[in-house]
């Protein structure tokens, strides 16, 4: 922890504990009028940033990045702390560029990415135990092919007995984490409304508005675009301009959502704009892969900005070309079949009672 008074020069660093830095923290905010503080988002989530906030600090959590501005390759923790007060003085002066601020979402809105987060994190845990299988497999020269975990690829395995030794664990787990992830996959579907664009899935569509939380942080489609990362790289100077691949700067996982919904909006959304403007391209022959690839970003990327259109209620999705799925059909229930009068007489005729 670095401090700096006013304008003046940062002070020495200082080490504390989690408990012990919040009690010095309670001391500064009666020792000035406003006490302003930053850190870098991590792994540690905003748990500190509410307990500042609830000392009555502004606190700004902010994205990581290298402080070495000068290129030294020495980087340590007293440096960077140093150099995050330095902008922070900037900020607090008014220059928005000192630092890039994350927004802190609500407690509702981090618990429901946590879920979301979870089914990620246990589906990318399934593929390594699968690719785990095959590397046994492969080591001892067998090859396993598809989803060999199974119960009709595994009966048909012929592979040495050291290797069933070595998979059947690795089955077993991946057995567990297909029934969990089926059962998040469930709650997260569950949670999306029935009427949706044709080809944007309950499961897109929950974990792109989980990510995102709030529609309404954004201003404008530059900042939308911005977070989604992909945007194409430039380096222009004077007369020459030049744009590269996207700088991948945003939410991967808005990323990830965004090109699965492109592939299925041209399946399912031909009238949807940009789809129609770029379908001639993606159905010649000749068009080659990255060419496909660079289209389908392209797609998402404007999407993404329809999207946030639609969810700020700047536009329909109707005014975009966007076709939605039809509502769920109504069953009728079945009416109960009326009883007949001679039913009823004969019901009216059977005895209270009986003994055999």
Known sequence: MVRQIDGGAPQPPQRFSPTQFLEWAKKQTALAQQVYSCYEAGPFGYRLHRELKELGITNYVIRPRDWDE????????KRDAKQMV???????AGNQEAFCVVRVPTEAEEQARSRSRQRESLQKEKQRLAAQGRSHALYYGAHLEGAWWTGGLWKELVVPPIVLELLEPLRRLIQALEQELKTLTQVLTDAAPEQLPMGLGKLTYEVLEREVGDWNRFDNRRQVASYTGMCPREDSSAQRRFQGAINKHGNPRVRTVLVEASWRLVQYQPTYKPVARWLPVLANPKTTRSKRKQIIVAIGR?????????????CQAADLGLKTNPPPPTVAPTPRARKTKTAQNSKDQTPLSSGV
């Open 70 to 77: 000068y290129g030294k390759k020495v980087k340590t923790d």
């Open 86 to 92: 330095l902008n922070l003085d900037r900020h607090v």
């Open 302 to 314: 404007q999407f993404s900005v329809d999207w946030w259109r639609v969810r700020t209620r700047r």
